[in-house]
């Protein structure tokens, strides 16, 4: 067994414990190894120890590591550009980083054009970090209701990232985010069909999943320093 393949296996079972700890079926969470730092022998370990889905933040990288790997699903995670649109969509089985109305009308545009409609995530920076990106969670129902006038978008839910502290410091973050989630999807906006929170990596995972997180994004774990 490759290193990457027991490291992933601790993080399965850790997403297990977390899950059982709150009384969630830890099928209902989905583990996207964060490839950013790994070349293409860390990624087919990866694969062949049975993961799924891969998170790159980077356009070129991403771009590359679809090309040679097309049979699993890969995230976009990073900041996306409003140029680079073009380069992601379609290719990417979930945005991530959508963290204004601005970049969720050119994703609509280049969706359009390629006849594709592209699943997103609101990015919302709960924490109010300057150095996060992401919109404050008063602009988020602004930005929900603008995609309801966007044919090529399909907003799945919502994203954050929070502060590098110790996990109980953060939980608070997941909370809101769940608790804004769970606001949102009340409000029932016709068309939108709100599934996911992607919120906690390698540093905070477990209190994301006893939060509500649906997915997690980890690098380090799985994949070493």
Same mark, same amino acid.
């Given at each position: 067994?490759?290193?990457?393949?027991?490291?992933?296996?601790?993080?399965?079972?850790?997403?297990?414990?977390?899950?059982?700890?709150?009384?969630?079926?830890?099928?209902?969470?989905?583990?996207?190894?964060?490839?950013?730092?790994?070349?293409?022998?860390?990624?087919?370990?990866?694969?062949?120890?049975?993961?799924?889905?891969?998170?790159?933040?980077?356009?070129?990288?991403?771009?590359?590591?679809?090309?040679?790997?097309?049979?699993?699903?890969?995230?976009?995670? *990073?900041?996306? #550009?409003?140029?680079?649109? @073009?380069?992601? !969509?379609?290719?990417?089985?979930?945005? +991530?980083? =959508? &963290?204004?109305?601005?970049?969720?009308?050119?994703?609509?545009?280049?969706?359009?054009?390629? *006849?594709?409609? #592209?699943?997103?995530?609101? @990015?919302?920076? !709960?924490?109010?970090?300057?150095?996060? +990106?992401? =919109? &404050?969670?008063?602009?988020?129902?602004?930005?929900?209701?603008?995609?309801?006038?966007?044919? *090529?978008?399909?907003?799945?839910?919502?994203?954050?990232?929070?502060?590098?502290?110790?996990?109980?410091?953060?939980?608070?973050?997941?909370?809101?985010?769940?608790?804004?989630?769970?606001?949102?999807?009340?409000?029932?906006?016709?068309?939108?069909?709100?599934?996911?929170?992607?919120?906690?990596?390698?540093?905070?995972?477990?209190?994301?999943?006893?939060?509500?997180?649906?997915?997690?994004?980890?690098?380090?774990?799985?994949?070493?320093?």
């Amino acid at each position: 067994m490759s290193q990457v393949a027991e490291r992933y296996e601790s993080v399965r079972r850790r997403v297990r414990d977390a899950a059982d700890a709150v009384g969630r079926d830890a099928d209902d969470i989905t583990i996207v190894a964060v490839a950013k730092t790994v070349g293409p022998p860390e990624v087919r370990d990866a694969v062949a120890a049975g993961v799924t889905d891969f998170g790159e933040n980077r356009v070129q990288e991403f771009v590359a590591k679809c090309g040679l790997f097309p049979d699993v699903r890969w995230h976009f995670i *990073g900041t996306l #550009q409003s140029n680079k649109v @073009q380069h992601v !969509v379609g290719k990417a089985s979930l945005i +991530h980083s =959508v &963290d204004s109305l601005h970049l969720l009308e050119r994703i609509d545009r280049v969706a359009g054009a390629l *006849g594709v409609v #592209q699943p997103v995530l609101l @990015q919302v920076n !709960v924490s109010h970090e300057g150095s996060k +990106h992401g =919109v &404050d969670r008063m602009e988020v129902e602004e930005m929900l209701r603008g995609s309801l006038e966007l044919p *090529g978008v399909s907003v799945r839910g919502l994203m954050t990232m929070a502060p590098l502290a110790r996990p109980e410091s953060v939980r608070w973050v997941f909370r809101e985010l769940r608790q804004l989630f769970e606001s949102l999807s009340a409000m029932r906006f016709n068309g939108v069909e709100m599934t996911e929170l992607s919120m906690g990596m390698t540093n905070d995972f477990g209190v994301a999943i006893e939060e509500g997180a649906t997915i997690v994004r980890i690098g380090r774990a799985i994949f070493g320093r």
